[in-house]
């Protein structure tokens, strides 16, 4: 038995050794001086040399599309980083040229104002049952702020200083039922004084002292006068929203309105260095 192993294993190596050889030497060989037993090898090893052939440029292919698609994922990876940072450059880019809008009209203001100012970051808001007050910091602290001075942004009247502590400053909003400030309808130049609704679900205020005779219509703009609390006069303050009047009895129009600074975004406001400290309603001339 270890005979005819031994002798098998022998022929099997032999056969593995020739049959390359005899495949090659059919190869290499002139067509023309082929014999029978080398068209016959050729012949057999035609579908293995095709089958091998394309076996090999499978691979191959595989190999070229997988390489392909791993270039393909490096870029589009490139390519993404490269449009989230583009992305996030332009939206710095936005926030940067909003910025400089809002500090532009800002400064616009306070050269149409004709009087001293100085600007304030909004820092914090505080919202409670008796208040309505948002602190801000001053850009260049100065001695000469103190209560009741008219805050303004650019959209309108903001409120008043209502507490000073160093460079950090309480502000009364226009919404808080403690402010007032006298004004004038814009279109029609009828008196009235608009004071805070105090709500804590949403932004209003009253326009109280209108005459029912006076002509005052929904959406009318209502803007500072120049008397009360000193603010500069001309200064938006609040869009009506509402208008009962009577056509007997009461002798005032009931009104509502809501002030045009949207108090949710504000970021930059200027205080009017004004002394004056009366912030209460002014009794109106009969006209």
Do not use: H, W
């Not at 309480?170 to 029609?188: H, N, P, Y």
């Not at 130049?189 to 679900?201: C, I």
């Not at 929203?241 to 009577?246: A, E, I």
């Not at 400290?277 to 002014?282: E, I």
């Amino acid at each position: 038995m270890g005979a005819f192993r031994r002798y098998r294993d022998t022929v099997l190596v032999i056969v593995l050794l020739a049959v390359p050889f005899f495949f090659l030497r059919a190869s290499i060989r002139n067509p023309q001086n082929l014999n029978v037993v080398d068209r016959a090898l050729l012949g057999a090893s035609a579908p293995i040399e095709y089958a091998a052939s394309a076996l090999a440029r499978g691979i191959s292919n595989l190999v070229g599309e997988y390489a392909y698609l791993v270039a393909v994922k490096a870029d589009n990876n490139k390519l993404s980083y490269e449009n989230a940072r583009l992305r996030a450059e332009l939206n710095e880019f936005k926030q940067v040229r909003s910025e400089n809008r809002r500090l532009e009209r800002l400064l616009g203001l306070r050269d149409s104002l004709g009087t001293e100012t100085v600007s304030a970051l909004v820092i914090a808001k505080d919202t409670t049952d008796y208040f309505r007050v948002t602190r801000v910091i001053l850009d260049n602290p100065v001695p000469e702020v103190r209560a009741n001075m008219p805050v303004l942004s650019v959209n309108g009247v903001v409120g008043t200083v209502k507490r000073v502590a160093g460079d950090k400053i309480d502000v009364r909003l226009a919404v808080d039922s403690g402010f007032g400030v006298d004004v004038i309808v814009q279109r029609t130049e009828a008196r009235g004084f608009v004071r805070g609704g105090g709500e804590l679900s949403r932004y209003t205020a009253r326009v109280e002292l209108v005459k029912r005779t006076d002509e005052v219509e929904v959406g009318d703009i209502l803007v500072t006068s120049g008397y009360g609390c000193r603010f500069p006069k001309g200064i938006e303050v609040a869009k009506v929203t509402t208008v009962v009047k009577k056509d007997f009895g009461i002798y005032y129009q009931s009104i509502e309105a809501e002030p045009l600074v949207d108090f949710s975004r504000l970021e930059e406001v200027l205080i009017v260095l004004d002394d004056n400290q009366d912030c209460s309603p002014r009794p109106r001339a009969e006209r």
